[in-house]
C-alpha cells in the first residue's frame, strides 16, 4: 500500500517536471528541470528495488550528461532566442496530433499485449545476494561481450566528441 | 508502464514542437529514460535482474549519444551562429 | 515504531547540528591555522583567545545587506547555495562514525542508515554539488561569475573521474560498496587500508583537494583573480551558505577518507591481541580524531603551498591522475585475484 502511494507520487513529480522541461522558455531552466526529473526517476529505481541503478542514474545522468547540458547551453548563450520568430513550414498542430496518435496506440498496445511472457529467462541464479552482486554477476558472466562493446562505443564517442569540439587538431 | 508511455510521449512532443535544439536533445533523453523506467518494472515484476543490466547499457548508450551530439552542435554553432533548428539547413535543396 | 523513526530522526538532528557548528569552527580554525604558520596570533579579541570569533562572524553575514542583482534569475540565484549546501550535509547519511553504542538498553549503532551502495552515494552526491556552482555563476548575469563557474565545475567534473576511479580499487579490496563493509574489511584484513593502498591514499587526497576548491587548487575563487569568482555577486546569508558549503565539503571528505582508508572507527592495529588496549578509547573518538588530523592537512597544505595555475591544474586531473588511477586499479585487480 505504501509502495502505491510512493510510486504514485514519484510519478506524478516525474510528468511534471518532464512537461516543465519540454514548456520552459529559457534552455537553463528546462536544464534544471531536467536534473531535478532525474532525480526523482533514481527514487523511482531505488523504489523499485533497483538501488544500483538509481546510485548510476545519478552519477551518470544527473551528474555527467545534465552538467554536459548545461555547459553548451552556456556556452551557446544567445542574445535572441531560438523561439522568436515562428517559421511557416513548420506544423506545430501535426505535430500535437502525431505524438497524441502515438500515445492512443502505446496504450493500445499496453492494454492489449499485457500477457505474461513464458518463464523463458528463467532467472539464472546467480550465486551472490544483493543487487549490486547480481547486477554484476550478469554483466561480466552472461553479458560480457555486450560489455566490451559499449566500453568500445563509449571510447569511440570520447574520441569524436573530443574531435569534434577541437579548435584545431 | 503507463507511467513510461506517458513520459515517452512528453519526449516526443518535445522533440517535434520546441525549436532549440538543445531542448530536442534532453527531450530524447527523456525518451531514453522512459524506455528505462518500463525495463527497471519489468524487471522488478519478473524478478529477473536482466533488466537492469540492459538499463545499465542504455544509460551508457545515452551517454556516448550525449556527448557526440553536444560535440556536432559546437562544431555547427562556431560554424553559423544559431541554436534554432529551423534554421540548421544546409543540407537542405 | 521508535527504532524505526524516532533513532533515525535523533541521530539526523544530531548529526547535522554536529556538522554545522563543526563547520563554523573550521572557520576559526583555519584562521588561526594558517595566522600561527605565519607568526602572527590570528583572532584574538572575541572571547577568550578568539574562541568566539565563529559567532561574530554568523551575526555579520546575517545582518549583511541582501543584493540580488538587477537582472539575474531570481530562482536560480537563490537556489544555487542551497543546491550547493544540501549534497554536502546528505552525505552524513552514509558515514560510519564508529561501532555500536548501548545507550539507555538499546544498541544503537553510530551511522545514519547503511545502504549497499554507500560510497557510490557518496561519490554521486558529490557530482551533484556542481551544480550549485555552475547556477551560482550563471544566475548572477555577469562575466565574471559566469567564467568562473564553468572553469570551476570543469576542474570539479575532471576530478571527479580520478577520484572514482581511485574509489574502485578501495572497494576491489573491500569487496563491497557499503562504508560499514570497508570499515569491517579492514578490521578483518587486520591492517588499515592505507597501508595497502598507498598509492590510492595519495590519489584521493589531491583529489579531494581539487574536489573541494581548496589550495593549492582553488584558482575558482582565488581572490586576485577573479574578484571572487562565482561567488562575486552573493553577500549576506547567501554568501555564508557558499563558504559553509564549501568547509562542510572539506569535513565530509576527511570523514570519507578516514572511513577509507585509515578504517573509521578502528584503533591503529585493529584485530591484533597485542594491541587491544587501545580499544578502551570510545570508537567514534578515534574517527573524531583521525577526521580532525586531515582537516589540520587540509589547513596546513593551504598555508604552504603555492596555487596552481588553471592549465596546469587541468593537466594533472587528465594527463597524470587519471592514468595512475587506472594503473593502481589494474594492480590491485591482479593482486588481488592472484594472492588473496
Redesign the interface.
Known amino acids: 500500500m505504501g509502495e502505491a502511494i510512493a510510486f504514485y507520487i514519484i510519478a506524478g513529480f516525474i510528468l511534471i517536471f518532464a512537461v516543465l522541461v519540454v514548456t520552459a522558455k529559457e534552455a537553463v531552466h528546462s536544464v534544471v528541470f531536467l536534473v531535478i526529473d532525474f532525480l526523482f526517476v533514481a527514487a523511482l529505481y531505488a523504489s523499485l528495488g533497483a538501488e544500483f541503478l538509481a546510485i548510476i542514474q545519478i552519477l551518470v545522468y544527473a551528474g555527467g550528461i545534465v552538467v554536459l547540458y548545461l555547459f553548451v547551453v552556456m556556452l551557446v548563450n544567445l542574445k535572441r532566442p531560438p523561439e522568436a520568430y515562428a517559421d511557416p513550414h513548420r506544423r506545430t498542430t501535426l505535430g500535437f496530433a502525431l505524438s497524441a496518435a502515438m500515445l492512443l496506440e502505446i496504450g493500445v498496445i499496453a492494454s492489449y499485449g499485457y500477457v505474461k511472457p513464458a518463464p523463458a529467462l528463467a532467472a539464472v541464479a546467480a550465486p551472490v545476494t544483493g543487487n549490486t552482486e547480481e547486477v554484476g554477476w550478469l554483466l561480466y558472466t552472461s553479458y560480457l561481450i555486450p560489455f566490451e562493446i559499449a566500453s568500445m562505443l563509449l571510447l569511440v564517442a570520447m574520441i569524436g566528441a573530443i574531435v569534434l569540439a577541437k579548435r584545431e587538431l | ?3 513510461s ?10 522533440v ?8 530536442i ?3 530524447i ?2 525518451i531514453l ?1 522512459a524506455v ?2 518500463n525495463l ?2 519489468f ?2 515484476q ?5 533488466g ?2 540492459f ?3 542504455i ?10 551530439g ?6 555547427f ?1 562556431r560554424n553559423k551562429e ?5 534554421e540548421m539547413n544546409l543540407m537542405r535543396w | 515504531m521508535v527504532d524505526t523513526f524516532v533513532i533515525p530522526l535523533l541521530k539526523i538532528v544530531i548529526v547535522l547540528n554536529a556538522t554545522l557548528v563543526g563547520v563554523t569552527y573550521m572557520v576559526l580554525l583555519e584562521r588561526k591555522v594558517i595566522a600561527w604558520a605565519q607568526s602572527r596570533l590570528g583572532p584574538m579579541r572575541v572571547g577568550p583567545y578568539g574562541i568566539l570569533q565563529p559567532v561574530a562572524d554568523a551575526v555579520k553575514l546575517m545582518i549583511k545587506e541582501d543584493i540580488t542583482p538587477v537582472r539575474a534569475d531570481k530562482w536560480l540565484f537563490t537556489a544555487a547555495p542551497i543546491i550547493s549546501m544540501v549534497p554536502a550535509l546528505i552525505v552524513y547519511a552514509v558515514i560510519p562514525f564508529g561501532s555500536e553504542v548501548s545507550l539507555f538498553g538499546r544498541q544503537v549503532t553510530l551511522y545514519i542508515t547503511d545502504i549497499n551502495v554507500g560510497l557510490l552515494y557518496v561519490v554521486s552526491v558529490a557530482s551533484v554539488g556542481v551544480y550549485g556552482i555552475i547556477l551560482a555563476g550563471y544566475a548572477s548575469n555577469s562575466k565574471y561569475p559566469l567564467l568562473a563557474s564553468l572553469r570551476a565545475s570543469a576542474q570539479l567534473i575532471s576530478y571527479e573521474v580520478a577520484v572514482t576511479l581511485t574509489l574502485v580499487s578501495v572497494v576491489v579490496m573491500a569487496g563491497s560498496l557499503s562504508m560499514v563493509q570497508i570499515v569491517n574489511a579492514q578490521y578483518n584484513s587486520h591492517v588499515w587500508f592505507v597501508f595497502a593502498q598507498p598509492v590510492a591514499f595519495v590519489l584521493v587526497l589531491i583529489g579531494g583537494l581539487a574536489e573541494t576548491n581548496r589550495a593549492p587548487f582553488d584558482l575558482p575563487e582565488a581572490e586576485q583573480e577573479l574578484t571572487g569568482g562565482f561567488h562575486t555577486e552573493y553577500s549576506g546569508m547567501r554568501f555564508a551558505l557558499f563558504f559553509l558549503a564549501e568547509y562542510a565539503n572539506m569535513i565530509v571528505v576527511s570523514s570519507v577518507v578516514t572511513t577509507l582508508f585509515l578504517g573509521g572507527w578502528l584503533p591503529p592495529f585493529p584485530n591484533v591481541a597485542a594491541f587491544g588496549f587501545l580499544y578502551y578509547v570510545p570508537s567514534w573518538a578515534w574517527f573524531l580524531l583521525k577526521s580532525f588530523v586531515f582537516l589540520y592537512l587540509f589547513i596546513w597544505i593551504r598555508a604552504t603551498l603555492p596555487r596552481y595555475r588553471y592549465d596546469q591544474l587541468m593537466n594533472l586531473g587528465w594527463k597524470v591522475l587519471i592514468p595512475i588511477a587506472i594503473a593502481n586499479l589494474v594492480v590491485t585487480g591482479i593482486v588481488r585475484v592472484l594472492l588473496l
Open positions: 508502464m503507463l507511467l508511455a506517458a513520459l515517452f510521449t512528453i519526449g516526443v512532443v518535445g517535434m514542437v520546441r525549436r532549440n535544439i538543445i531542448i536533445f534532453m527531450s533523453e527523456l529514460n528505462n523506467i527497471v518494472a524487471s522488478n519478473l524478478q529477473n535482474a536482466v537492469q543490466v538499463a545499465i547499457f544509460i551508457a548508450v545515452a551517454a556516448a549519444e550525449a556527448a557526440v553536444l560535440g556536432i552542435i559546437l562544431a554553432f544559431t541554436v534554432n533548428i529551423d
